[in-house]
């Protein structure tokens, strides 16, 4: 059983009938996601990896009382396909799409709060439980379902430390892709409770990068938490003022720096690696003194 | 909104037009996309139009902080009583805008936030409707400003223009109180989001002519997300956190990273093969990392646009390069029939290039 998700969550796709929204439900369903349906408007009736397609996620919902839904539809659409799920009733929105403007997301943010829904990204990966069901675009085939929690602001970094933490025979609970933009749904403080209560979960990692302020907020909670927090910061070498591709990672006003986030940390508790290859043996030592 | 009135001049000659117009004493601002302009110099008064023309050819040609000089501002003095900050920005972490007022003006907000955080009044915006007259009216009270309502056209102004124009930092910094006993916008400072430009076409004009570095501007050309950074280790990733975690192992090798660049997700064959064109216009590369790991992106996709690449271009710089994630197999496969030099973890791809490029390419 993951944090947020497991084999038994129904699932929709929003954009489902295009290039990049097919090609993951085929991978998802090869998973063991629940797909239940897909959201395209005017593709009503078609079918993708056996998935029903509607025209709108509130059909999509009265259909197959989906609980999830992964967006995948252009940036300019986005806003409306996250306000959409939440008004539909969909209590789990995860959205993979990048390059959202930030006046649309501020909207969507407030929607999705307003209905009492979660919202993951967006410009996420989305979530894996490692064994179980992936929402979103981890590769599926570098889990190896155990005990170690991540949440991570950056994605193909995250394949990076699974795949490194499999390959040590290290296995993860759930995997948690918050997603690299300025305003994101779900942020460190929210998903560390969760890993605190889950049973399964015996330490998190946690992989922040420069820019904005999640890592620093997120230091009192971790020093309450009553498991191993190992992270991670990437961007050292990342000059100030420059803003790092469309991510959230820019240095400004000496706030946000590597160094300050990795500090914050070190104050808090967590074990604060220097290299991505060395954080599996860091867990296991974790571990071993627990 | 209510600023001097001035204009813009690119030689002396010209200020000293521009300076005999304005009938007044005048004030010589340089026009720089940076800030702290006053203290590094590039803010000037001036009491006669020759004055004004002395200063400009100090100021024009010459680096401020790093910028060349090519155009001044040529605007009236004007008789301050009292400065204010007023800004409205994105606060991330509440997911809102957020208004910032402080009585005290002038100086640069981050510091004020941290010497006396209780000088900036804060007021959220609502996601949905714009300020109203009571929400400024009860934002004004007691914060003992003259002219409230003269203040409140002026943040009403703001809003607008901040909305309008897909912002997420608009500032007025300093706003002045006059000895006329009215505001004045002495300074202003907008960013815009780039991921709104699809809906800004002017702003998306002067983007492209405020960019300086003519491999930066071929990059946004070709719509890559990149920054150069001057080293020689060229670098090629997939997602912002990935390609800085690069560049992190890359100096720990003991290179000196020569770019950023983020292809992003789902990158096709063309944008790799665009990429790639791109970081070989860069005459300090002697090597190039390129390192992907692939969830919506697939390895065979990059593969072949770095295989479309060298059928193109000579490329005779070495060249590392790491695929894992999704369609792995087939993008490996591709990369098995070329000459380029595979790599097994970041780590490994990190340390070979360095090293190939130590030895001179060979």
Not at chain 2, 20 to 26: A, E, N, Q
Not at chain 2, 156 to 163: M, T
Not at chain 2, 335 to 345: F, M, N, Q, R
Request: charged share 25%; with cysteine.
């Amino acid at each position: 059983m993951g944090i947020l998700a497991d084999r038994q969550t129904r699932v929709i796709v929003q954009g489902i009938t295009g290039r990049e929204g097919s090609f993951h439900t085929e991978q998802m369903v090869a998973y063991g996601t629940k797909v239940v349906g897909g959201v395209t408007p005017g593709k009503k009736g078609e079918v993708v990896s056996g998935a029903p397609v509607f025209d709108t996620v509130r059909d999509a919902v009265a259909a197959t009382q989906a609980e999830a839904s992964i967006i995948f539809v252009p940036a300019r659409f986005a806003k409306d396909a996250i306000c959409e799920a939440a008004e539909a009733g969909i209590k789990l929105i995860l959205c993979i799409t990048e390059g959202i403007p930030i006046q649309d997301m501020v909207v969507a943010a407030h929607v999705v709060k307003s209905k009492g829904a979660r919202l993951i990204g967006p410009n996420c990966p989305g979530i894996a439980t490692a064994g179980e069901a992936k929402l979103g675009i981890i590769p599926g085939n570098i889990f190896l379902k155990g005990n170690i929690g991540l949440a991570s602001r950056s994605g193909t970094l995250t394949y990076e430390i699974v795949n490194a933490l499999t390959h040590a025979g290290i296995g993860q609970s759930t995997c948690v892709g918050l997603g690299g933009d300025p305003i994101l749904g779900t942020q460190f403080i929210d998903i560390l409770p969760l890993f605190d209560k889950d049973t399964q979960t015996e330490a998190v990692i946690l992989i922040g990068e420069i820019g904005g302020v999640a890592e620093e907020e997120a230091a009192p909670l971790i020093r309450k938490m009553s498991k191993p927090v190992i992270g991670f910061i990437s961007g050292r070498t990342a000059p100030a003022g420059k803003r790092m591709g469309h991510a959230g990672a820019i240095i400004t006003g000496g706030k946000g720096t590597a160094d300050s986030k990795m500090k914050a940390w070190r104050e808090a508790g967590v074990i604060v690696a220097e290299t991505t290859s060395e954080i599996p043996r860091i867990v296991k030592e974790a571990l071993a003194k627990k | 909104m209510p600023v001097l009135s001035g204009q813009v001049a690119d030689s002396p000659e010209k200020v000293l037009e521009v300076a005999r117009k304005v009938g007044k004493p005048v004030v010589v601002k340089a026009q720089v996309h940076v800030g702290g302009r006053g203290k590094a110099g590039g803010i000037q008064l001036a009491a006669t139009p020759e004055q004004a023309r002395d200063v400009a050819s100090r100021l024009l040609g010459k680096p401020l902080k790093g910028l060349i000089v090519e155009k001044v501002l040529v605007e009236e003095q004007s008789k301050i009583e009292r400065e204010f900050y007023l800004g409205i920005a994105v606060d991330r972490q509440h997911k809102k805008n957020v208004l910032l007022f402080s009585t005290e003006g002038g100086v640069e907000i981050e510091e004020l936030a941290v010497t006396n955080p209780d000088a900036i009044g804060k007021l959220y915006l609502d996601p949905v409707r714009f300020l109203s007259d009571a929400d400024i009216d009860a934002f004004l009270k007691n914060r003992n400003v003259p002219d409230p309502a003269g203040l409140k056209k002026i943040i009403f102004e703001l809003e607008k223009i901040y909305r309008g124009m897909d912002a997420e930092l608009a500032e007025i910094n300093p706003l002045a109180w006059t000895a006329e006993q009215t505001y004045k916008v002495l300074d202003a400072k907008i960013n815009i989001d780039d991921n709104a430009l699809f809906r800004q076409p002017a702003m998306a004009a002067l983007m492209e002519e405020s960019e300086t570095d003519d491999i930066e501007k071929e990059a946004h050309r070709r719509k890559i997300a990149y920054v150069r950074l001057g080293g020689e280790v060229g670098i090629i990733g997939n997602g912002a956190g990935l390609v800085m975690g690069t560049m992190d192992e890359v100096g720990r090798a003991g290179g000196t990273p020569a770019n950023f660049l983020d292809v992003g997700g789902g990158a096709k064959a063309e944008l790799v093969r665009n990429s790639l064109e791109l970081l070989l216009m860069d005459p300090n590369v002697k090597g190039i990392f390129i390192n992907i790991f692939g969830g919506i992106t697939r390895c065979d996709e990059v593969a072949r646009g770095i295989i479309e690449a060298s059928a193109k271009v000579q490329i005779r710089i070495p060249m590392v390069i790491r695929l894992e994630g999704t369609r792995v197999q087939e993008g490996q496969a591709l990369i098995g029939k070329t000459s380029l030099i595979p790599a097994s973890s970041m780590q490994e791809g990190a340390g070979k290039i360095v090293e190939l490029i130590r030895k001179g390419g060979k």
